[in-house]
């Protein structure tokens, strides 16, 4: 494959595998981000794919949409290209509706613009155009702009080597998100889950159950006594520890574990509250 690609391409090319805990795990996910921009100040072209010599089903990254959004994010990208074999997004699926039409530009991507894409887990939906759309919103957030384009129209990819675009265009938000909060709203998690009370307090005495396992500095998702996620943060704390403190009170943790990492499970400046539950 890599013979491939330096077949077509006069700058060296270099493969990069990325597994679900480069981008997990703080360290490596900077290690990883440096790998890369060492890579493009050498004008070598990196070639991205997911490492699944190592990857088990249940900590794959998933679809290479999103993945490409995670990676330019990474690296700071002025834009993300997502080839599709359409001609980008549909108000329906063109091939099913005679009356759908192109949309030509996006300022952001609402429960209105997901639902041209079919839902998730449809037909339609599933590594379509609902994970680019996904993708789309996740470059967004980290202030990257992404065009949608038909990487099989010969015509389109010229364009897009004279600076021009045909297809969809997807507007980054006006705030970008601080690279650390993007990280920890985006990158896999543990599969960890901290219930915490109606206070929605991450304080020991605020938290009501632990689900799942997870080592001191992983990501979880903290969750409302209804199972409904409110935000996504690093723990100080690993699962059983946790479970130890759950409902007790910060003076009591050192005596519990016979040490102490701070007052907070999740500090303040290591969560990342997710826009839905501000909704």
Do not use: C
Request: glycine share 8%; aromatic share 4%.
């Amino acid at each position: 494959m890599v013979a491939l690609w330096q077949s077509l391409i006069a700058a060296p090319v270099a493969q990069v595998l990325l597994a679900h805990d480069d981008l997990r795990n703080r360290r490596r996910y900077l290690n990883a981000r440096n790998t890369l921009l060492e890579l493009l100040r050498l004008k070598s072209l990196p070639v991205i794919n997911e490492n699944d010599t190592v990857a088990v089903e249940e900590l794959k990254l998933g679809d290479n949409d999103n993945l490409a959004a995670i990676v330019a994010a990474l690296v700071d990208a002025d834009l993300l290209l997502i080839a599709s074999d359409v001609d980008g997004l549909y108000s329906a699926h063109p091939k099913l509706h005679a009356h759908a039409r192109p949309i030509e530009s996006v300022a952001a991507v609402t429960a209105e613009i997901l639902a041209m894409a079919g839902e998730a887990g449809s037909v339609h939906g599933t590594g379509g155009m609902r994970t680019k759309l996904e993708a789309a919103t996740k470059a967004a957030n980290a202030g990257i702009a992404t065009v949608i384009f038909n990487g099989t129209n010969a015509q389109t990819v010229a364009l897009l080597a004279q600076g021009a675009f045909r297809g969809t265009h997807f507007a980054p938000a006006v705030t970008r998100l601080a690279a650390r909060k993007y990280w920890l709203r985006h990158a896999p998690g543990s599969g960890g889950r901290i219930r915490i009370d109606a206070g929605a307090a991450l304080l020991p005495g605020g938290i009501v159950a632990v689900e799942g396992e997870f080592a001191r500095g992983d990501i979880v998702e903290v969750v409302r006594p209804d199972g409904a996620a409110i935000a996504r943060g690093l723990v100080q704390y690993n699962a059983g520890e946790v479970r130890r403190l759950a409902g007790k009170q910060s003076r009591e943790i050192e005596a519990l574990l016979g040490f102490s990492y701070g007052d907070n499970v999740v500090h303040r400046d290591d969560l990342s509250v997710l826009e839905e539950a501000l909704a």
